[in-house]
């Protein structure tokens, strides 16, 4: 099986596919740092990055948001001093597609 991070977003549209719960079983043992969390109804994958500093924090989430360019999928991020918060979801189809736990294991991989 390949890798999550080494996987690309494939094209997604109103009416695709939420991750199956046979996916998601899968896919979480690759990102165990990262939590399904219900924000308003939708499930979101949600991790929190700690860091030294703002301007730590900050590099980081430029880093994330060059990925999210890169993939045209985009996360929600809340950056504060010392935490990066990163949540992935596809807002299409309301809920967890298999692009969002690619680009949490990508997001894994920034911290290099």
């Known amino acids: 099986m390949t890798a999550l991070s080494q996987k690309s977003c494939e094209a997604c549209r109103v009416g695709a596919p939420l991750a199956t719960q046979e996916e998601i079983d899968s896919f979480l043992p690759q990102i165990p740092a990262w939590q399904i969390v219900k924000v308003e109804g939708v499930n979101c994958l949600t991790r929190t990055f700690k860091f030294k500093n703002f301007k730590e924090a900050l590099d980081f ?47 894994d991989t920034l911290l290099g």
């Open 61 to 107: 989430t430029n880093q994330v948001g060059a990925l999210a360019e890169a993939e045209a999928h985009h996360p929600a991020i809340l950056t504060e001093w010392g935490s990066v918060v990163v949540s992935w979801w596809t807002h299409k189809i309301k809920g967890l597609h298999v692009n969002d736990f690619i680009m949490a294991a990508k997001t």
